[in-house]
Nanobody
């Protein structure tokens, strides 16, 4: 099972930017779906963005479209989440997730699609 490690979280003011990184270990597969989820206190975990790492397909939650971008660097076995124009409601623990299957357009945001998870990195946005 792939091992994932997130980094890059922190505290920023509203309107600021952060870049999260998710590095996979040597068993990272080139044909799979990688995603970012987030969970705020008292709320359910929600899918934020996903990328099919063998191609260019990306998926985003409506709440982050136009502000966040998910990219990959296969040479580094790393997926990034570029977060711009951050809002206080973006504050949450962010988790990286991996699936050995392609992203499914109608299901990429479902937790059960993924079999590997990172430990999470905290993002706090102040107003």
């Amino acid at each position: 099972q792939v091992h994932l490690v997130e980094s890059g979280g922190g505290s920023v003011q509203a309107g600021g930017s952060l870049r999260l990184s998710c590095k996979a270990d040597e068993y990272f597969l080139s044909t799979n779906c990688m995603a970012w989820f987030r969970q705020a206190p008292g709320k359910e975990r929600e899918g934020v963005a996903a990328i099919y790492t063998a191609g260019t397909l990306t998926y985003y939650a409506d709440s982050v479209k136009g502000r966040f971008a998910i990219t990959q660097d296969n040479a580094e076995n790393t997926v990034y989440l570029h977060m711009n124009s951050l809002k206080p409601e973006d504050s949450a623990m962010y988790y990286c997730a991996a699936s050995s299957f392609r992203c499914r357009p109608g299901a990429w945001y479902e937790e059960h699609e993924y079999t590997a998870w990172g430990q999470g990195t905290q993002v706090s946005v102040s107003s």
